[in-house]
């Protein structure tokens, strides 16, 4: 059995990334709440 997280930089970005946040209803429903609460960090960087 091999490791299950392999990291990447672009893979994360583009899967949890703000661009890709804005681009459903749900991922901006996200970025509102994360805003309203006063995170630091609205998506990954």
Do not use: C, D, E, N
Not at 18 to 35: E, N, V
Request: proline share 2%.
């Amino acid at each position: 059995m091999s490791t299950t997280y392999k990291p990447k930089k672009r893979k994360r970005a583009r899967t949890h990334g703000f661009l890709s946040r804005q681009k459903t209803a749900t991922g901006k429903r996200t970025i509102r709440a994360r805003r309203r609460k006063g995170r630091a960090r609205l998506s990954t960087v």
